[in-house]
């Protein structure tokens, strides 16, 4: 594990402004964007609203600007569809109000675009992503919620005159689905992140990547909706811990423990859900960070994030060689690729190539900011916005 | 008892956590009337259920009854990419011994043939990726594509889905290699019969006294729209002969590999004794253990097993604690995994494995591949092993032939010229890739 001396950073939602600046935001430029979520999270509002808008905003040679806007806003629909020029809506439920705010965009001849990064629009897919999910199928009203949900999206969807999206694999699906013109915009880090990583980073380099003598391995769940991922990787953790004393495990997030990490317990760590910011922190205190995936068309559709994050801090990735996964990383290069039976091989591997660290860690943090950097992500926005 | 032996531990646990958790909740667990104990070939379990104040749903008597047939609970998504998925009991480390290695084996060759990824789908106990991954470790085989892990437990109480499961995903040209009669009725209820290969390496009928299971396997057999792949032509004739003519043009057959790098001859301690192998598998009544222990006890006090010269290991599983002769106690060898069990067998010189079936059955072939000396059974079209090995002795099944052929196996064993001979003239393919080949290519043009 990595000692850092780096401090936890103060950490507010940045995005929590009152409607008055996000509307001056939008004014700031010529060329306009509104993008629309139904209420801001830490997850996708963040990567698909909040970045792209940092980085329209942070381009010092564009004219285009953006904000961001929410169902609340519903009061000032009007001002923002006169403001914008193009409108995209993240991943939001067909409704009345969503129908209206499009609405008012076409009624200005102006344009509409859906971003979406997760198969959760064709309710062909919704019992796999039920599934997937590990979600008990008796509960009452679930079939209810999930094609619900999942309807509505397809709705929206289908209202618009293209889509945005996360990787090729679920663009095509997009495509296949609505018939829409698809583009692809990775998730990618934001200043915020990129700002905190570069000094831990810096500090780990410093320290020539040299730990605290144990070797940590960390699961960053996220939410409980990945238990089933988690379970590829359990039984490998317990022969590792087993077979290695000097590997420690860390879980974050809200993933419970099966029976075989029982007699490992005094070896594993927990940390509560984190802030995004202050995770890369944490992300950089472990050796490796564990990205199991079930593999079916819903995971595939799954973003880079995972490694990119990671590797920002210095901190080499052991993944399912999921779409984007596969694509990603470059086994033995910038982390490490395991097929569901091939983990504990692909963990002992990782784990005896420590020499190898240091070149592998620069080069994944190198490739995550060229790929995953918002410094360079304007042109593929531009792009997908039909803009350029 | 019945379903702890057939199916492990950790299923049997699996049950007993089950039938806990209906205590727990003030359901009932068992009453009056247990259903038979139906044997230890039986699929069915030993819940016990039924001859109370209430009656039960005739549907759900029968569901509890076949357990292990009862239908994979599927659901369909649209086109993906190709897969194989392979449906077995367990792929636990007692499983993985013989008839489920291959079939692991038999599944990854033919998603890599077809491009496809593989999913290994267990109905009694969890897959282990680690075991899936010693066996190709062991095989040399790499995946092209990601494999799949997927449980898909039948509901013990009989209920038509197990609690609060989603099911498995299935797409409409998937590819299924069933490897029992029960996988397959549990398939079948579930996907096309033309998506399905069975994998059959027994007469699976032999299994049962005749009575409702026997019935159920032998309508399994007789399907005219599954694809069968039969382990060893000496099988495939058989069925065929005895009534499964369907097999002649929905059938095709395989001769099992016994690669080079796993099965050859160990250094010996030198001066030790040789090693006596008995297949000791008290609960498959078709490896015919009582049989086996008198020929042994009959072998110790003619002085044809001489205890000064020969060590006996019994291996296999649920070995009791016996004696022979004046009291002599063999090593009993159980739970050996893949590696060790190969190892054992690499210091052989002569065992005595008995199958009172058709199907000449691993561990004959195994002990032959390492340069053993082998005395194993005739039966029906089964009087001749000599294409596989001239090491193997193929008995009938009286004791003195048994006790003639373990005179004749002891004196091939001790001439090392012969048996050297013997052992480099053996027929027994050593690659997988070569005894799957016409198979794989019979699989992938027929779709």
Redesign the interface.
Known sequence: MFELATPLVPYADPWLQPLSERLAMLHRREVRVAYFYEEPNNSTFRYRAYNMAQVLNGCETGNVSASYFFLSDRERFDEIADAADILVICRSRYCHEVNGLITKFRARRKRVLFDIDDLVFDT??A??V??TL??????KGLWDDWFAMIARMGQTLKMCDGAITTNEFLAQKLANYSGLPVFVVPNFMNKEQLELAERIFAEKEHARFVGDGKVCLGYFSGSPSHRLDYA?VE??LA?VLAERPDVEVMVVGYIDHGPVMREFSHRISRQPFQDYVNLQRLLGTVEFNLMPL????FTDCKSELKYFEAASVGTLSIA???FTYRRAIRDGENGYLA???????AILRALDRSEAYEVMAAEARRDALLKFGWQNQTEAIVRALQLS | MAFWSEHGTAAAMRLIRAKIGDAIAGRPIFNKMALDDFGDESHSTDIAFGRDDHALAASKVVRTRFLTSQPLETFLIPNALPRVSLVTDSIGRESLFGGVGTALLLAAQLANRMNASLRIVTRTEAPSASNAAQILGAYGIQLKHEVQFAFAPMALDGATQSAGAAGLDIHPDETFITTSWWTTAATLASVPPASIIYLLQEDERMFYPFGDDRVHCERILNNQDIRFVVNTRLLYDHLIASGLDNLKHNGSWFEPAFPKTLFYERQRVSGGKKKFFFYARPNNLRNLFYVGLDIIERAVNEGILDLEQWDLLLVGKHIPNVAFGNGYVPERCEGLDWEAYADLVGTVDLGLCLMYTPHPSYPPLDLAASGAVVVTNKFANKQDLSNYSRNIICAELNTEAALDALRAGVALAEDKETRARNFAANGLGADWTQSFEPILELLTTAR
Do not use: C, F, M
């Not at chain 1, 590990?134 to 509960?139: A, E, H, L, N, S």
């Not at chain 1, 079930?294 to 068309?297: D, E, F, H, I, T």
């Open positions: 062909d897919y019992h796999l039920v599934a590990g979600v008990d199928v008796t509960k590829i039984p490998a022969e079930q593999s079916n068309a399912s060689p999921s097929k569901a039976h091939e983990w504990t091989e």
